[in-house]
């Protein structure tokens, strides 16, 4: 019995909570792809960014949860995805909207966002330092150790406060999206934009609307995915180091452009390491990432072999 408490542990509830992340930045970087044709590689730094206007706030802030009765940093989740959505919506009409319009391929948004990465890290840093910051300002992370009422069972099932509010989370996150792109309005013409661009701006969608709808969603779920993964751990200036390839493995494996896919494809990557995301092992994370992201453009189909 001891060893599936151990399982439940390191493998269910730490698999269930990287796979959580995993989901809802996947979902963001294949809502992009799926209207812009592009891989947003620097959607992990604004996953960094959400979590770190959430620490500003936070900190400003310490004790605005206490009338609550949940973590500060919960309560200033939503103004952070207002901000994190406005900067996506910001980095779009600056860099990659300029470009759309002059028809370049889609290789050329891929290197754009990759100079977009370099420039979010180069601020962030600047701004929060190098090392690591615990979003419980003025709170308290509490444990539960819940015990196993068998005989000879030693340790007890452990999760924390923060794993149950980010599965709470992104079950309502999951579901107002599934919601929202089949039952609204709007959400049917992303869904007829992603199918077919120039049949849906024949029809007469407001494709430029479309396209800023979709930077919102993409930068609120950025948000959501950041601050979660800072509460489980720690907050890092380096913290899209080690979730973007993950997230775009699940995008890829679920089928790119496809949100529901990336849900899927979370759970086949989590067969293949379930233990977590493990923060501390990579002392040199710009190591071999290059040459990473060039494998996955050629994954998304925009960049040739």
């Known amino acids: 019995m001891n060893e599936l408490v151990f399982f439940i542990n390191n493998v269910i509830i730490s698999g269930s909570v990287t796979g959580s992340i995993y989901a809802i930045g996947a979902i963001g970087v294949t809502l992009i792809f799926s209207i812009m044709r592009f891989a947003h590689f620097a959607h992990a730094d604004m996953m960094t960014f959400g979590a770190f206007m959430v620490l500003l706030l936070t900190a400003a802030f310490p004790a605005a949860g206490a009338s609550f009765g949940i973590p500060t940093a919960l309560v200033m989740l939503p103004l952070a995805m207002v901000i994190t959505a406005a900067l996506a919506v910001g980095i779009d009409k600056v860099f990659y909207k300029p470009l759309r319009a002059h028809g370049v391929k889609p290789i050329v948004l891929v290197i754009g966002s990759l100079g977009v990465t370099l420039m979010l890290q180069g601020l962030i840093r600047l701004f929060a330092g190098t090392g690591g910051q615990s979003l419980y300002v003025d709170d308290r992370k509490e444990i539960f150790r819940l015990a196993v009422p068998f ?155």
């Open 151 to 305: 005989e000879g069972v030693r340790a007890p099932i452990v999760i924390t406060e923060p794993q149950i509010y980010l599965f709470i989370l992104t079950l309502i996150a999951v579901v107002a999206l599934h919601l929202f792109l089949s039952r609204s309005r709007l959400g049917k013409a992303m869904r007829a934009m992603s199918d077919n661009p120039e049949l849906a701006q024949a029809s007469g969608i407001n494709t430029q609307m479309i396209v800023a709808v979709t930077w919102v969603i993409a930068g609120g779920l950025a948000a959501i995915a950041g601050t979660l993964l800072a509460l489980d751990v720690t907050f890092k200036p380096d913290l899209s180091f080690f979730i973007l390839l993950p997230i775009f493995a699940a995008a890829i494996v679920g089928g790119v452009g496809h949100p529901y896919g990336a849900i899927a494809g979370v759970c086949s990557r989590l067969c293949r390491n379930p233990g977590g995301i493990q923060l501390e092992h990579s002392t040199t994370p710009l190591s071999g990432q290059p040459a990473r992201l060039v494998r996955t453009a050629q994954q998304f189909g925009v960049c040739e072999q």
